[in-house]
Every structure is written in C-alpha cells, then in structure tokens.
C-alpha cells in the first residue's frame, strides 16, 4: 500500500536555487493538492489540480508552480527558492475532491532554505 | 471565507487522563469537519469526521467529536489517554461545495507523559 509518496524527504538548498518535489500516488484519485506546513500556522494549500490538465491555486501560490500531466504525479516546483519557502511540504489526494471526502497525506518533504 | 481556531497550541496531559482539544470555526455556509493526527515525521492522518446526522463522532482509538452548530465548535476529546496519543492534531474545514480546499487550524501539540 504504497498511498501518496513524495520525494525527496530532506532538501536543502540556496537562495535562487530551483527545484522540483515529486509527488506520486497510486490510488487512481483525480484530486490532489499541495501544502505547506508552518509552525502555529497549520497547513496552508499552495495549488489543487482535480485532474489531468486541470490545476489552479490555492491561498499561497506566489512562487510554486504545478502540472498535472497524468492522474498518478502532481510535482511542485520552486523557481527561484527563496528563505520564506523553508517550511515541511505535503501532497495530499482524495478520490474526486468532493469536501466530504477524507484526503491521503504523504509523509511531506522537509525543505530548507540557506 | 471559513476559518478555524484551536484554542490550545499545547496540552500536556499525564497517561491515563482525559483530555479535550478545542475547535471553532468559522462560516457563513454549510462546512464539512475533521480532525487529523500527525505523528513525529509523518504525515497527517484522519482520526474522524462530521459530514451529517449524528453530532456525535468516533474515532476506532477511543476518541470522539461533537459538532455544536450554535457554538460552531468541534471538540475533540478522549477520556483515557495513551503514550502513544502523543502527537500533533488539526482541526479542519471544508465548506460543502468546495473542491476538497480544506482550512486547518494551528493545531494542537498534544504530550502525554507517564
């Protein structure tokens, strides 16, 4: 049971780097979404695709780009990292997005920014 | 817009003892709630959810929510608690026709020591 896997786990990068964080999951599940994790801030959901070709942004897009080229990856990418973006990232899915249902978390990916 | 408010960012509780974590939200429309659990270097997990009927949720581990409508809160609570509840948990909510944009709480660290 495989669920959502994100790599990498750990990251550190500098200033203006780029990078991409990968996100897979394997439950045939049209909807996934990306969030970051701050301290006393709770998740904040950064983009959400609900299918193949279809993304759009969430409340802190600024900065991150999506695609959704298939149903089973969603990748993240950072442009031009920057030491507001170091926080722990997590993708998360559900089967269509509908608000009832429950999302999947992957185990998040620690960033750091230098 | 909806939003979430936990109340407690920490609860030090000792094993064996009840403990109750509070939630209230925020919305002009019809929400749908969880609560997640995240242990240390995971992701989050959904410990239980109010869509409709009965106000009073469970959890398979001994927890349980009530949705009060009047006060818009979501408590969560568990009347003995375990080493192993130790963890960090999230209030969440999602309005009824939303694609799946779930507002978290701040969360709240709970520590349970022997």
């Known amino acids: 049971n495989a669920g959502v896997t994100q790599t990498p786990k750990f990251q550190v990068l500098k200033t203006g780097q780029s990078m991409t964080l990968q996100c897979a999951q394997d439950?045939?599940?049209?909807?996934m979404s990306w969030y970051r994790q701050d301290p006393g801030m709770g998740l904040r959901l950064i983009h959400y695709?609900?299918?193949?070709?279809?993304?759009d942004q969430g409340e802190v897009p600024n900065g991150y780009n999506v695609s959704r080229s298939t149903t089973e990856d969603f990748p993240l990418r950072l442009l031009s990292a920057a030491p507001s973006q170091t926080s722990v990232y997590f993708c998360?899915?559900?089967?269509?997005?509908?608000?009832?249902?429950?999302?999947?978390f992957g185990d998040g990916t620690r960033l750091s920014i230098l | 817009a909806q939003s979430v408010t936990q109340l407690d960012s920490q609860v030090p509780v000792f094993e064996e003892a009840p403990v109750e974590l509070r939630c209230n939200y925020s919305?002009?429309?019809?929400?749908?709630l969880f609560w997640y659990v995240q242990y240390p270097n995971q992701g989050l997990q959904l410990l239980l959810k109010?869509?409709?009927?009965?106000?009073l949720v469970k959890s398979i581990n001994g927890f349980e929510a009530e949705f009060n409508k009047s006060q818009t809160s979501f408590h969560l609570r568990k009347p003995s608690v375990h080493i192993s509840d130790t963890a960090e948990y999230f209030c969440?909510?999602?309005?009824?026709?939303?694609?799946?944009?779930?507002?978290f709480g701040a969360g709240t660290q709970v520590v349970v020591t022997p």
């Open positions: 998360a899915s559900s089967p269509n997005g509908q608000g009832n249902q429950p999302q999947h």
């Open positions: 439950m045939n599940h049209e909807y």
């Open positions: 695709s609900v299918g193949a070709g279809i993304t």
């Open positions: 919305s002009s429309v019809s929400v749908y």
């Open positions: 109010y869509l409709s009927g009965s106000t």
């Open positions: 969440a909510v999602t309005v009824t026709d939303s694609w799946g944009k779930l507002q």
